[in-house]
T-cell receptor, first 111, second 116 residues
Framework: EDKVVQSPLSLVVHEGDTVTLNCSYEVTNFRSLLWYKQEKKAPTFLFMLTSSGIEKKSGRLSSILDKKELFSILNITATQTGDSAIYLCAVANQAGTALIFGKGTTLSVSS | GAGVSQSPSNKVTEKGKDVELRCDPISGHTALYWYRQRLGQGLEFLIYFQGNSAPDKSGLPSDRFSAERTGESVSTLTIQRTQQEDSAVYLC??????????????FGEGSRLTVL
């Protein structure tokens, strides 16, 4: 059965801290891994990763994929209160159609 | 439209009633997905439509759940004889992904269903 496990489930940090969110997966016929940020309702896209070892970067956020060890990390440096959200990791299933999501990591950044 | 549109945004119903949730995807997006998100949980895949191909219904939790989509337009998710366990936010997403490729999904704001 395809599955995605994220850790930690929740995290509380202070502004300016750096955080690392983890996503491990088991999926047959891997296609891609995606990260989303969910603040209130609709998740918004952050990154899509398909190749190992190539870092994707957007401002203070970056992510990398390890297809051998079957995991990805999402790093956020110099955190701000606006980074408070649920971060969702998802991978393509065997058919390469729908995405299988993890339960998410709830990040709270205090000022 | 500019984004994925869902309606109603909130629905409160009594146990045993049927409900219909609507999703209007981004124009030109061939793929449409329904997910369910219970409080404090991740997104649970329900069903996937890709163009005129047969939908992937593998995530539907029971035969009380069904969904339709005509061509590449609006989709409706129907829940019959609702149960309290059906209470959740139902999220719709669309993408340009071609068959066999999982690309970026664009999500709607969701329909929050509460079954009393």
């Amino acid at each position: 059965e395809d599955k995605v496990v994220q850790s930690p489930l929740s995290l509380v940090v202070h502004e300016g801290d750096t955080v690392t969110l983890n996503c491990s997966y088991e999926v047959t016929n891997f296609r891609s891994l995606l990260w989303y940020k969910q603040e209130k309702k609709a998740p918004t896209f952050l990154f899509m990763l398909t190749s190992s070892g190539i870092e994707k970067k957007s401002g203070r956020l970056s992510s990398i994929l390890d297809k051998k060890e079957l995991f990805s990390i999402l790093n956020i440096t110099a955190t701000q209160t606006g980074d408070s959200a649920i971060y969702l990791c998802a991978v393509a299933n065997q058919a390469g159609t729908a995405l299988i999501f993890g339960k998410g990591t709830t990040l709270s950044v205090s000022s | 439209g500019a984004g994925v549109s869902q309606s109603p945004s909130n629905k409160v119903t009594e146990k045993g009633k049927d409900v219909e949730l609507r999703c209007d995807p981004i124009s030109g997006h061939t793929a449409l997905y329904w997910y369910r998100q219970r409080l404090g949980q991740g997104l649970e895949f329900l069903i996937y439509f890709q163009g005129n191909s047969a939908p992937d219904k593998s995530g539907l939790p029971s035969d009380r759940f069904s969904a339709e989509r005509t061509g590449e337009s609006v989709s409706t998710l129907t829940i019959q004889r609702t149960q309290q366990e059906d209470s959740a936010v139902y999220l719709c997403a669309s993408s340009l992904a071609s068959p066999g490729t999982a690309g970026e999904l664009f999500f709607g704001e969701g329909s929050r269903l509460t079954v009393l």
